[in-house]
C-alpha cells in the first residue's frame, strides 16, 4: 500500500510541477492585456449604437429576400398531380386529390361515384365488406374490403405507365 502511495504522490507532484513551470513562465502582463482588449471589444460590440430606421430597414430586406427565395423555389407539380384526379375504374366513377407527404405524391380523399347518377357514393364497413350506397338512387353494392386498396394501386399504376 505504502508504494501506490508514493506512486500517486510523485505523478501528482509532477503534473503540478509541469503546471507550475508553463504558467509561471508566462508573461503575466501580457495576459491581463489580452483580456482586457477582449473585454473591450465585448463591451464595445453590445454598447454600439444603431439608429431604429437601419434595424427596421434590415429586417424588411431579410423578409423580402426570404420571400423572393420561396418564390422562385416552388416546389416542382408533376403532371398527373395537376391532370389525373379522375378515372372509370372497376365499374365506378373515382375521385381523387394528390398530397405530397415528404416521400412523394399520395392519393387522398378517394371517393366512388354512383354509375347512374355520378353523386359521391356512401361507404360504410360492414362485417362482409365495404358497402356502397347512393344517396340519390336506389343503389347498392357489396365490395370486399381490400376494393379501394385495389383500386389505389391501379391508379398509381396507371401512372407508372404514363411515365
Known amino acids: 500500500m505504502g508504494k501506490k502511495s508514493n506512486s500517486f504522490f510523485s505523478w501528482v507532484i509532477t503534473i503540478v510541477g509541469i503546471i507550475g513551470t508553463i504558467f509561471g513562465g508566462m508573461n503575466w502582463e501580457f495576459v491581463k492585456e489580452l ?11 453590445f454598447t454600439f449604437k444603431i439608429p431604429v430606421w437601419t434595424v427596421l430597414s ?10 423572393f427565395i420561396n418564390l422562385f423555389s416552388a416546389p416542382y ?17 373515382w375521385t381523387w386529390r394528390w398530397v405530397y407527404d415528404g416521400n412523394g405524391w399520395d392519393i387522398d380523399n378517394l371517393k366512388p361515384h354512383c354509375p347512374m347518377c355520378a353523386t ?29 386498396e ?8 396507371e401512372v407508372d405507365r404514363r411515365g
Open 35 to 45: 483580456l482586457n482588449i477582449i473585454w473591450s471589444a465585448v463591451i464595445a460590440f
Open 58 to 67: 434590415g429586417i424588411v430586406l431579410i423578409i423580402l429576400i426570404l420571400y
Open 77 to 93: 407539380i408533376p403532371e398527373f398531380v395537376k391532370n389525373y384526379n379522375t378515372a372509370s375504374i372497376k365499374g365506378f366513377k
Open 120 to 148: 359521391t357514393l356512401k361507404t360504410d364497413v360492414v362485417p362482409k365488406g365495404l358497402s356502397l350506397s347512393c344517396p340519390r338512387e336506389d343503389f347498392k353494392k357489396l365490395l370486399p374490403f381490400d376494393f379501394k
Open 150 to 157: 385495389d383500386v389505389r394501386i391501379i391508379i398509381k399504376d
